[in-house]
Each structure stands twice: as C-alpha cells, then as structure tokens.
C-alpha cells in the first residue's frame, strides 16, 4: 500500500481505556497500567521511521490518550525534558495526535448552537472528548500535557466523529451537522477527520443510526448533501501563489463562521456556514472590498448548481440557520 501511495498513515491503538493489550507479555491499558501502551506506540513510530518504505510515512498516535491511569507521557507527540512521566523525555510516540471528538457527548447531549464548532475547539472550550481532554490535562487523572498555546498549532487528525439518529436528530439534522463539521474541523485546523460510519456492519444494526449510508448501501440524506458540498467544492489541481480577497461580514455572531478557499483556476469560492442548533437564524451580509463580475450562490442542501447568480455585487445578504452557503467569484 505505501509503495502504491495508498496509505494515508499508520495509527496507534484505537481506545486502550475499551480495548486492553498485551505487549511484550504485560497487559496494559483499561484499568491498568499505561506503560504496555506506551512501549508499543514508542516502537511503531521506531520501526516506522527506520523502514525505508514507510519512513515518510505520518504516524498517528493512540485515541483516548486522555484516559492513563497512570502518567506514561502519551499526552505528547514526543516527551519534552522537564516532565513527571514515566517512560524518559525524548520519547517519540507519533508526528499527529489523534482524538475521537464527537460532536455529541454524555456529558453535551441534545442539540446546541455552535456544536461543531465547539467540538473542533483545540482548548478547554470544547464540551466534548477533544484535544484538550486528551493532550492538554488529560480527562482522568489531569495529568499535564501542552499549554493552551501549544495546543492551537499541535498537528492533529480525528478518526472518529459523528452524531447517531434519534430524538431531536432526524436524517435531515444529522445531514446538516456532517457538513458543518467538515467545515469546523478544517477551519479549527485538524488536518483529517473520520466520520463514523460510511455503512454499519450486517452483525451491527444498531450503528446504522450513526452512517452515512443505510444497511442497504442507499443514501441518507448526509450522503446527499456531503456529495453535494464536494461537487461544489471539489478541484483536483493545486495553487502554487495563493491569491486573497478582503471581505468582512458585518456583525458576525458567534453561531456564523467563515471559510475562504481557492480553486486552481484562481477561482476564489467563500464558504460561509450558520450552527443555530437550537433553532433561530442569523441575517448578515458578506462585504466585498471588490466587485466580481460574476457572484454564483450555492445551497447544498438544494442541489450542485447556482441557486442565485449577482453581477457586480459589493454586499451580499444572506440568511443562515444551520448549513453552509457557498459564493463563487468570478471575475
């Protein structure tokens, strides 16, 4: 897989703090001592970047660092010097940390404003089992990893994210949350994101909830619209000398975000997205310091093609609730 470009990166062992190892003859994780864990991430990413085929090769850490029992210095990518922990500093485990934030929680249930947002927050903000959890103090016995401020630049990847169907979440709502999240995640700087699930298991149809397609491999709604997104979004070329463009969105709340990219055409498209989850929308208007010829508006939630095209727009109105809009400019 790694000869054929194929493989994304290695990762380390998915939630000890549920499923228990044993390396070397010693039983780790769960309940138990930590140490097990930590030896054999500390071998993966040494044996990975000694191998002349995977030596370039990303190595993701474990998931749910944050529950060591005791303080085997997982909550770093490398030990630093000056830290209580119990493998020695210069310990290398990984090059990304790596968490499973859902965007739901035991402790955050329900429906909330901003609950992608929040969930992709790097610091203590996030109401879920974020990086903070796991890599700033870790959650079960605090013990301290990164600052505040290191955490806002620390390379890091979720491989497991998502909100199941049920109660106030119908397909239509957990379509609209998978977009947004998207969104949140790559705005708030985590450089890959897994949702669970594409398709549950036959011998699991409890998971279905949680899938993007149905057990019969037909599309949910989050098929519809994440395809949509994409399409909409979607360029297989590069941008060698990014271009900018000045905009401002007069009196931005906190429930609308904001997103700019750039196709390799140079065409500009800004993605803008509302998370009012618990009900109500948001009127604004995007500023353009410059006039665009062309201004295409898209609703994925509608389909791939323009649902509103401007010519020579300065201001544009839109309303949001709980799904991105996206504005091409062109010209």
Known sequence: MALAGALLALEGNNEPNNWGITYQGEKGGRDLTWLPVAKIQRDLYERARSDPILKNCPVWTISEGGAQTDNAGLQFLTIPDGVDTLMPAGTKYADYTNCHNYITHPSWPGLHDN?????????????????????????????????????????????????????????????????????????RG????????????????????????????????????????TTIL?????????????????????????????????????????????????????NLEKTYGTVRLYDPTKGITPTQTLANPRLIALTLSNHPVVIEMVG
């Open 190 to 229: 985590w450089s890959h994101t897994a949702i669970y699930l594409l398709r549950t298991r036959s011998n699991e149809p409890a998971h279905d909830r949680y899938a993007i397609f149905k057990m019969d491999y037909s599309p949910k709604q989050a098929a519809h619209y994440l395809h949509n997104l």
């Open 234 to 286: 979607a360029d297989m070329g590069s941008v060698a000398n990014p271009g900018q463009v000045s905009y401002s969105i007069s009196d931005q709340p906190g429930t609308v975000h904001d997103l700019l990219l750039q196709k390799s055409n140079g065409t500009f498209y800004l993605v803008v997205w509302g998370e009012r989850f618990a009900g109500g929308s948001d009127h604004i208007t995007v």
């Open 115 to 187: 609950q992608t947002w929040l969930s992709a927050d790097p610091g203590k903000a996030c109401p879920v089992d974020g990086l903070y959890g796991n890599y700033g103090s870790t959650w079960r016995n605090h013990f301290a990893g990164y600052s505040k401020e290191q955490l806002k630049t620390l390379p890091r990847v979720t491989t497991e994210t998502g909100y199941p169907i049920g109660n106030d979440v119908t397909e239509e709502i957990q379509a609209r949350l998978f977009m947004n999240l998207y969104l949140s995640q790559f705005k």
